[in-house]
């Protein structure tokens, strides 16, 4: 059972265009949502995180965007840029076991020059 | 601070043998999670710990996975005997309790079990 579910295996997008990642859950109890890159050889990163009381929280070039009718969340990236290239995973936690994050598949962005 | 350490990079094994995958997490962090990665279901939580005690071992497939935390500075993940659907890349990460923010991995070990 998926509870975070990321359905796009893979995105590719031209350099300075916007990339949008996508995410939605199930669980009503997750009130915090991360999400992390991953490039080839190494482990996840911590990228972005955004809290339920929240519907967007931005860092430069990255937003998230949190919809909790929709169980949903986004990633924005932009511009992107060639070293965004990784794969991504959007993550989810409940504040009872608030430690325990509950990760997706994982998305492939490429961005092609 | 050398980042959470994982040993070996890469394992392979031949099916039936006994794997012995090892962690060592960021100096002060009380919590450690043993993390399993699969193109199907991406990243499956298997088991983790605070303060060395284990809290949540539901996502352990079977009885033929252990892990345990003798001390803060080091963890074991053992699957005895391997099996090929055991391949995988296997990431352990840590965090504080005390925060919602994001783990800190490790790099992983890729393990082939033919």
Redesign the interface.
Known sequence: DQQVKQNSPSLSVQEGRISILNCDYTNSMFDYFLWYKKYPAEGPTFLISISSIKDKNEDGRFTVFLNKSAKHLSLHIVPSQPGDSAVYFCAASARQGAQKLVFGQGTRLTINP | DAG?IQSPRHEVTEMGQEVTLRCKPISGHN?L?W?RQT???????LI?F?NNVPI?DSGMPEDRFSAKMPNASFSTLKIQPSEPRDSAVY?C?S?W?GG?????????TRLTVV
Not at chain 2, 39 to 45: A, I, S
């Open positions: 959470v919590s999670f993390y193109m199907m279901r991406g990243l499956e939580l983790y605070n949540d990431f990460a965090s309790t919602r923010g994001g783990y800190t991995f490790g790099s992983g």
